[in-house]
């Protein structure tokens, strides 16, 4: 069965389900998973300067395409614009197509609406811990209207087909959407949401001014995150477990589907080839209204992702009730 798709604001069609590929190792992992998605009916892919996954993506997609398996029209391939590229973004889209192996990116994203300078090697630091790759990176006032002029030129190139954004704020992306001048509209935003960070205004914002919101960390990052809160087991929440009883489904795949009857796409990250297709096996039940409200008001505005270190950046999109 094709995967259900989103007509986003650029015209073009987005797959509601999509391999994300953070923290997929470079190498045969990241490969073997590109592999087994598409061979679950997987034709989206989310991937981002920064994760360093560009190039193992787009050598499995072309070999794939070789072998006449899938073809380039039928594929959607994300990328995203780091915070240290956002005054030279012409210059990085090439480096991720040069990486991708790709003459044209189907959805380009900027990462962040914060912009920065860097003293390091950042994409070679991934993997590090967090607070080594962040004494590499400084703030800079680069503002991300400015960053959005020089996105929207790749478009009139040919070289992306829609542009968007990620991790911006209700007032970011009002801003983004109202600024007079600006050709293109921001066709998604790609965001933190799950059962305990479940972003409802910025989702609400989205639908209203007709964004895509795309779900990352869908998961929680596997269930099993600590922070000074404590551990977070989001797959074994008692609600999402009985609800999956419930569907003869797993936890995940309710969390998914709760995202996908909310319009939300998501794109979860999984190396295993079994848990790719059950990632993707969300579109033969349906949860019913009061286990959809079950499902939202799980909801501790608790992000799996610290982000409060940039707290001081210009830009940093967290008020302070929602970053930990
Ligand atoms: P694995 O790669 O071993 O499957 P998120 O997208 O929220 O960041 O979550 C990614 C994490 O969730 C990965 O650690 C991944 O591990 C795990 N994961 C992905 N799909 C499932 C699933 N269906 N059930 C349990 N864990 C999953």
Redesign the pocket.
Known sequence: MAVPTVKLSSGYDMPMVGL?TFDLKPDSTAAAAVSASLQAGYRHFDTAWIYNTEATVGNTLNQKIRDGDVTREELFVTTKLFMTCADRVAEAARESLDDLGLTYIDLYLIHWPMAMTVTGDVRGSIGQPVAEIMKQLKPSDRDYVDTWRDMEKLVDEGLVRSIGVSNFNVQQLSRLLNTPGLRYRPVCNQIEIHPYHTNGELVECCHRTGVVPVSF???????NYSDSRGTMTL?QDPVLTSLATKYDK?A?QVILRWCIQMNVAVI?????PD?IR??MQLFDFQLSGPDMAAISALNQNRRVWDISLWKDFPNFPDSPSTSI
């Open positions: 994300g960390s869908t998961l929680g990052r596997g269930g797959l797993t995940a979860p990250k999984s190396s295993n848990r059950q990632n």
